[in-house]
């Protein structure tokens, strides 16, 4: 049996074992192997979560592929968009990977009419998240990325026009880039197309809202912005603030908005819509 000095010594040092100092030495002390040198040309598939299986037979999955940061796409309000080009033999992907982030760096803040309806199952976390201190805004920059990843995996997997979600790693969600590296598809906002061709994307659209709607999820921010046209194919992205249309308190709200401003688009481009009539259309969709 341990004398009370004993005791006494062993206490102190878990607790120091539990200080961020003392983490910060072991880390610095650990021994590093040559096996353990990190490769920063390999692909990070096999060490990622990934998209819904089976994968595109387009897509690059093998460990021994080559992967390249080729450029920036874009930047956001939450995320950064990079190139990123993987290679094994002759096939290549070059893929958009979108990343995440800190609350702290991000531009758009202000996410509490997406969050009410969220918990973690943990009141610990869930108090940390509403309270906005320095773990909950961590949580919640994670939640937000967590959160795309699984809605495009979703949507995917229902049919709707998203991009494929290739997978998730760190802060950083990799995506099929829509387009090709050197002419991607543009934003509806930015898109030259004929009166025709305008009405053929709205078809394409509500058809693309009723099947998220089956599939138990509102956008919350849909916009001309959030819209690509790739050829004569709509796809939709930027999913980090979607909803359920019937779990979330606000998700009818932000269906109705979504729907408003799809509508007013559409409607300054000369297709006939009628928002009204199409948001009661999709609320029926929630009730079967």
């Known amino acids: 049996m341990p004398s009370r000095r004993e005791y006494s010594r ?58 390249y940061e080729v450029g920036i796409l874009k930047t956001g309000k939450e995320a950064d968009v990079y190139l990123v080009e993987r290679r094994f033999g002759e096939h290549v992907n ?60 979703r949507l995917w997997s229902s049919g709707v026009p998203v991009p494929y979600p290739v997978q998730r790693l760190g802060n950083e969600v990799m995506l099929e880039l829509i387009g090709s590296p050197e002419e991607v598809a543009p934003r509806l906002v930015h898109a030259e197309a004929s009166r025709d061709a305008v009405q053929d994307l709205w078809r394409q659209l509500v058809e693309a809202l009723h099947r998220m709607i089956r ?41 109705r908005r979504d729907v408003d401003n799809v509508c007013e688009w559409f409607g300054r481009h000369g297709v006939v819509c009628d928002s009204s009539a199409l948001y009661g259309e999709l609320l029926e969709e929630t009730r079967t």
């Open 215 to 255: 599939a138990g999820v509102v956008h919350g921010d849909l916009s001309p912005y959030n819209i690509l046209v790739d050829g004569d194919r709509l796809v939709l992205i930027d999913f980090p603030q979607s909803v359920d249309p019937i779990a979330h308190p606000e998700g009818r709200g932000l269906l």
């Open 94 to 153: 070059v893929l958009a990977a979108k990343r995440y982030r800190s609350c702290e760096e991000r531009l758009f803040r202000d996410d509490s009419r997406y969050r009410g309806g969220r918990h973690t199952g943990e009141s610990r976390l869930d108090k940390a998240i509403a309270r906005g201190n320095r773990a909950g805004m961590a949580f919640r920059a994670q939640q937000w990325m967590m959160t795309e990843f699984e809605m495009l995996t």
């Open 10 to 67: 062993d206490a102190a040092m878990a607790k120091k074992r539990d200080t961020e100092e003392f983490k910060r030495m072991s880390r610095a002390l650990k021994t590093t192997w040559d096996d353990e040198q990190v490769d920063a040309e390999a692909s990070t598939y096999l060490l990622a979560q990934h998209g819904p299986q089976p994968p595109p037979p387009w897509l690059i999955t093998s460990d021994e592929a080559r992967q």
